[in-house]
């Protein structure tokens, strides 16, 4: 969680940074990936609500999350991750997608979050009314909470029409053993789960068995919050990187994970509209292959 007063410090990095945005904008046609159980193609860019939706006192905080979210309309980006854990993300993200009347097109996906039947239902139904929407896209459970009562929640609103596609998330190291086992069990359109170019535990069994079970795979955590620019700060950008179109350290970190055959979309915090344009980058021109992969594994792991 991040104070009221960083947050304001960010609305101030947001105001000076607007003119960062130029020179790492991609002119190409954004990637998409297939979502396996249907085929519907969505953009492998997309934008995660945690800690900078999440704790947004009132008017003062709205304008950078204002000008990110017109700039990722703008972009063709669709994606958007929320969560009811996330404090305010999922009512400041209604708010202003009715504002700029920007609802059609987008991809919305949110979570369930606690315990129980009735109040896994109230959670969602709040979901609904806090997002303004009829219909979200992707209703996950959140790290495998209460899994076996919601799945039989999400199955009845989806064959109602009010939920597009379902899935599971989890972004610790700990609950894999548990997570595999689900993913063996149950049929999900999709799975959420952390991976990073620093954090590549999710390759070894998760990944593939997504691939094999015909799951769309989100990739939550995509700069590790952050850890991954930590670790290459003031370090200039290898010249190789321009051979899959990287102009940032942002777009190398993302390209890394959307090239996964089996992952579909990441979707970075972000709260800047500059930062849209940069990340939106990784979504165009080339990606890097098998061995532009490994090469990008053992530059970051002799850091
Ligand atoms: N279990 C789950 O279901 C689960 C768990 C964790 C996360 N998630 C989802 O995954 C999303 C992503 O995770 P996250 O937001 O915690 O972490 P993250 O995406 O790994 O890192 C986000 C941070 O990276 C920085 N950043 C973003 N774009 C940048 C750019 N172009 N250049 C420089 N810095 C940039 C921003 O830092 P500053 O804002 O400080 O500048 C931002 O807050 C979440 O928002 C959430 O939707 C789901």
Redesign the pocket.
């Known amino acids: 969680m991040?104070s009221r007063r960083e947050f304001v410090m960010?609305g101030a990095?947001y105001a000076g940074a607007q003119t960062l945005s130029p020179a790492?904008a991609q002119t190409s046609p954004l990637i998409r990936k297939a979502i396996p159980s249907s085929g519907e193609m969505i953009p492998v860019i997309g934008?995660?609500?945690?800690?900078?939706?999440e704790d947004v006192k009132g008017e003062a905080d709205m304008p950078p999350l204002r000008e990110t979210l017109k700039a990722f309309k703008a972009s063709g980006l669709t994606v958007i991750?929320?969560?009811p854990s996330?404090g305010t993300?999922e009512a400041v993200v209604g708010e202003i997608l009715e504002e700029q009347k920007s609802r059609p097109g987008l991809f919305l996906a949110t979570?369930v979050s606690i315990m129980g039947r009735e109040a896994g239902i109230n959670q969602i139904e709040q979901s609904f009314k806090k997002l303004r929407t009829d219909k979200i896209d992707l209703l996950?459970v959140?790290?495998l909470r209460d899994i076996d009562v919601h799945l039989k929640t999400l199955r009845d609103m989806k064959q109602q029409g009010r939920i597009r596609y379902i899935g599971a998330?989890?972004?610790?190291d700990n609950q894999y053993a548990d997570f595999e086992a689900m993913m063996r069990r149950e049929t999900l359109d999709f799975i959420?789960v952390?991976y990073?170019l620093d954090n590549r535990n999710a390759g070894e069994r998760i990944l593939p068995l997504a691939k094999d079970r015909g799951m769309a795979v989100?990739?939550?955590?995509?700069?590790?919050?952050?850890?991954?620019?930590s670790a290459v700060q003031g370090k200039p950008l290898p010249a190789w990187a321009a051979e899959f179109d990287c102009k940032?350290?942002?777009?190398f970190f993302l390209k890394f994970i959307v090239s996964h055959p089996a992952i579909t979309c990441?979707?970075?915090?972000?709260?800047?509209p500059?930062?849209v344009t940069?990340?939106a980058g990784a979504a165009q021109g080339r990606l890097p292959d098998a061995a532009a992969r490994l090469k990008m594994e053992q530059f970051i792991d002799t850091l």
């Open positions: 991040i960010t990095a790492l934008l995660g609500t945690a800690r900078r939706y991750d929320s969560s996330y993300a979570k996950a959140h790290n998330t989890t972004s610790f959420q952390d990073a989100m990739v939550n955590l995509p700069f590790g919050r952050g850890r991954l620019f940032s350290w942002a777009q990441t979707m970075p915090g972000m709260a800047r500059d930062y940069d990340n």
